[in-house]
């Protein structure tokens, strides 16, 4: 028996290290899992590894934007005198892993891909004192230094993997236990600025996704639902629709008649959708069978020339059929707009805003798309000498004078609101799952108003967007001068965070009247969204 540390974000249960803790188990291991959520907890992480000692740290760099955090942790943690084997892995650590073991010789070795598998093999030769090199999905350093591959691991099999390790008490919304799981790896598309998309690649050939069997699905749920108090099943799937819509609504209905057979109580979930996944038809079993009380819709973009920049294999009638499916099912949806990226224009920007106004209950958030290692996109911007930086964090100027304009006054503008776990624009997204949750488990309690009230929340905020976008945009084509940049910047800031103020204060007296009317549990919104990840951007290159 080898005792492992795992760290990596746990802001809600971090899956990637939970089903390795799982497989750890299986052969025998033990583990801790270290929260590293952010700058408070770095201390105390370390102290927990230095005072368990384990054979083996595992860290998670599934972010491109946290790897310097655990970057630097991994140096903090050899200084205080850790001696053991460290590791990492996770979606930037494998397309990373030669730079990484380049560049920090803290680190012994990389597992990369789904590394279930990997991590316990090493673990089982570690503890035993066995060399590594025959493990297959790992990278390491040859007697000179140099890093190399040990090849491409064998993926897991999705029905024999163990379940994911539950300890610690879930997330919880007016009472309702919260836990995220996946029932299936992979997604059938391949958008240019994807990693998920990039790092299924690396599989080929083989299946762009796997689908685990509905019945272990349904019997993880309701095992969660009796042992943990879980209500609310967020389901984070790469994607969690197949392609082709009679095969959703059947594999959908499979998945309720199982958990009916099992019998579950009462429950929700929350999925993510690509635009093209929305029909009339598998949305109403997706709610009424599958009890959706939550759908994340990928749109990202509405311009004909942002839709072929990050090759999304949809169109604009599908983004706007989407939003028009969960508004006539009154279902609570969300989405982010990737409001520029390399090739945007003026007029991609100004179209993208006419659909934000299109969907102005529907909370939404923008920003710009990142280039993440190992995409296309990157591997685009690179060939075209448009990236800056290295590969901890790339930027690029957007090809368009006037739409990288707009970007930098914008950003100025709404980084307060936009960006990060506190951000406005995700709390509010907290305050709508709140009157979802009270809806769905309590709606003798509940009263249509308050529906209204949240829809009126997220179209403030938007429309607030909306009109300081447009301004920008406005005093841009209008050649506007450096010199007012500064006196445009600080209206619009001052607009922006005036209108956030009032939606603030009422979003929290709209929980706390929830709260004095249901009298269980705390909202989302006082504790923060615990079911979305954040809107991200990269960090500043010099
Ligand atoms: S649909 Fe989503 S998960 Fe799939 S490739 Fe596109 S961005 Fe990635």
Same mark, same amino acid.
């Given at each position: 028996?080898?005792?492992?540390?795992?760290?990596?974000?746990?802001?809600?249960?971090?899956?990637?290290?939970?089903?390795?803790?799982?497989?750890?188990?299986?052969?025998?291991?033990?583990?801790?899992?270290?929260?590293?959520?952010?700058?408070?907890?770095?201390?105390?992480?370390?102290?927990?590894?230095?005072?368990?000692?384990?054979?083996?740290?595992?860290?998670?760099?599934?972010?491109?934007?946290?790897?310097?955090?655990?970057?630097?942790?991994?140096?903090?943690?050899?200084?205080?005198?850790?001696?053991?084997?460290?590791?990492?892995?996770?979606?930037?650590?494998?397309?990373?892993?030669?730079?990484?073991?380049?560049?920090?010789?803290?680190?012994?070795?990389?597992?990369?891909?789904?590394?279930?598998?990997?991590?316990?093999?090493?673990?089982?030769?570690?503890?035993?004192?066995?060399?590594?090199?025959?493990?297959?999905?790992?990278?390491?350093?040859?007697?000179?230094?140099?890093?190399?591959?040990?090849?491409?691991?064998?993926?897991?099999?999705?029905?024999?993997?163990?379940?994911?390790?539950?300890?610690?008490?879930?997330?919880?919304?007016?009472?309702?236990?919260?836990?995220?799981?996946?029932?299936?790896?992979?997604?059938?598309?391949?958008?240019?600025?994807?990693?998920?998309?990039?790092?299924?690649?690396?599989?080929?050939?083989?299946?762009?996704?796997?689908?685990?069997?509905?019945?272990?699905?349904?019997?993880?749920?309701?095992?969660?639902?009796?042992?943990?108090?879980?209500?609310?099943?967020?389901?984070?799937?790469?994607?969690?629709?197949?392609?082709?819509?009679?095969?959703?609504?059947?594999?959908?209905?499979?998945?309720?008649?199982?958990?009916?057979?099992?019998?579950?109580?009462?429950?929700?979930?929350?999925?993510?959708?690509?635009?093209?996944?929305?029909?009339?038809?598998?949305?109403?079993?997706?709610?009424?069978?599958?009890?959706?009380?939550?759908?994340?819709?990928?749109?990202?973009?509405?311009?004909?020339?942002?839709?072929?920049?990050?090759?999304?294999?949809?169109?604009?009638?599908?983004?706007?059929?989407?939003?028009?499916?969960?508004?006539?099912?009154?279902?609570?949806?969300?989405?982010?707009?990737?409001?520029?990226?390399?090739?945007?224009?003026?007029?991609?920007?100004?179209?993208?805003?006419?659909?934000?106004?299109?969907?102005?209950?529907?909370?939404?958030?923008?920003?710009?798309?990142?280039?993440?290692?190992?995409?296309?996109?990157?591997?685009?911007?690179?060939?075209?000498?448009?990236?800056?930086?290295?590969?901890?964090?790339?930027?690029?100027?957007?090809?368009?004078?006037?739409?990288?304009?707009?970007?930098?006054?914008?950003?100025?503008?709404?980084?307060?609101?936009?960006?990060?776990?506190?951000?406005?624009?995700?709390?509010?997204?907290?305050?709508?799952?709140?009157?979802?949750?009270?809806?769905?488990?309590?709606?003798? *309690?509940?009263?249509? /108003?308050? &529906?209204?009230? @949240?829809? +009126?929340?997220?179209? =403030?905020? %938007? #429309?607030?967007?909306?009109?300081?976008?447009?301004?920008?945009?406005?005093?841009?084509?209008?050649?506007?001068?450096?010199?007012?940049?500064?006196?445009?910047?600080?209206?619009?800031?001052?607009? *922006?965070?005036?209108? /956030?103020? &009032?939606?603030? @204060?009422? +979003?929290?007296?709209? =929980?706390? %009247? #929830?709260?004095?009317?249901?009298?269980?549990?705390?909202?989302?919104?006082?504790?923060?969204?615990?079911?979305?990840?954040?809107?991200?951007?990269?960090?500043?290159?010099?």
């Amino acid at each position: 028996m080898t005792h492992v540390a795992l760290v990596g974000p746990e802001i809600e249960e971090n899956l990637s290290l939970r089903y390795i803790a799982s497989s750890l188990a299986a052969r025998g291991h033990t583990s801790d899992i270290v929260a590293f959520n952010g700058p408070t907890d770095f201390g105390p992480a370390i102290a927990r590894i230095m005072e368990t000692n384990p054979a083996v740290v595992g860290i998670s760099l599934a972010f491109q934007w946290r790897a310097s955090d655990f970057f630097a942790f991994a140096v903090a943690l050899r200084e205080a005198g850790f001696r053991g084997h460290v590791t990492a892995g996770g979606h930037f650590g494998t397309f990373a892993a030669r730079e990484i073991l380049t560049d920090f010789p803290e680190f012994d070795s990389i597992c990369v891909q789904e590394a279930e598998e990997t991590f316990a093999t090493l673990t089982d030769h570690v503890g035993t004192g066995r060399a590594l090199e025959g493990i297959a999905g790992l990278w390491l350093r040859d007697a000179g230094g140099t890093a190399y591959s040990t090849g491409h691991p064998a993926l897991p099999d999705l029905a024999t993997l163990p379940w994911p390790d539950r300890r610690g008490e879930p997330a919880a919304c007016f009472g309702h236990g919260i836990a995220p799981l996946v029932s299936s790896r992979g997604c059938y598309a391949k958008c240019s600025f994807c990693c998920i998309a990039a790092w299924h690649e690396q599989s080929l050939p083989g299946k762009r996704y796997r689908l685990r069997d509905v019945d272990d699905v349904a019997a993880e749920m309701v095992e969660m639902q009796r042992t943990r108090g879980i209500d609310i099943f967020v389901f984070h799937d790469d994607n969690f629709f197949v392609p082709g819509h009679r095969k959703n609504i059947d594999r959908f209905n499979a998945l309720a008649d199982a958990l009916e057979r099992r019998g579950i109580g009462d429950f929700a979930t929350v999925v993510k959708a690509r635009p093209t996944d929305v029909t009339p038809a598998v949305f109403e079993v997706l709610k009424k069978r599958l009890r959706a009380i939550r759908c994340y819709i990928g749109i990202e973009t509405d311009a004909d020339q942002g839709l072929s920049t990050l090759q999304r294999w949809a169109q604009s009638k599908q983004n706007h059929r989407a939003i028009e499916v969960a508004r006539s099912l009154d279902l609570y949806a969300c989405f982010n707009m990737l409001l520029f990226d390399p090739d945007t224009t003026v007029e991609s920007i100004e179209t993208n805003l006419a659909f934000m106004r299109f969907a102005p209950e529907f909370p939404s958030n923008f920003g710009r798309v990142e280039l993440y290692a190992g995409t296309p996109l990157l591997a685009r911007m690179a060939a075209e000498g448009r990236c800056r930086g290295d590969y901890l964090s790339w930027d690029y100027t957007l090809g368009d004078a006037r739409a990288e304009r707009v970007f930098q006054l914008s950003m100025r503008c709404f980084d307060e609101r936009n960006f990060g776990v506190d951000a406005l624009a995700n709390r509010i997204m907290g305050t709508r799952f709140d009157i979802e949750v009270f809806r769905h488990f309590h709606p003798d *309690l509940f009263r249509q /108003e308050w &529906a209204e009230e @949240g829809k +009126a929340l997220s179209r =403030a905020m %938007t #429309l607030s967007g909306a009109d300081s976008l447009e301004r920008i945009v406005r005093f841009v084509k209008d050649g506007g001068s450096a010199s007012a940049e500064e006196a445009l910047v600080a209206e619009e800031t001052t607009k *922006l965070r005036a209108a /956030e103020d &009032a939606v603030r @204060g009422n +979003a929290r007296d709209l =929980a706390r %009247t #929830l709260l004095a009317t249901v009298k269980r549990g705390k909202p989302l919104t006082w504790i923060g969204d615990r079911v979305a990840t954040p809107l991200q951007k990269a960090r500043e290159v010099a």
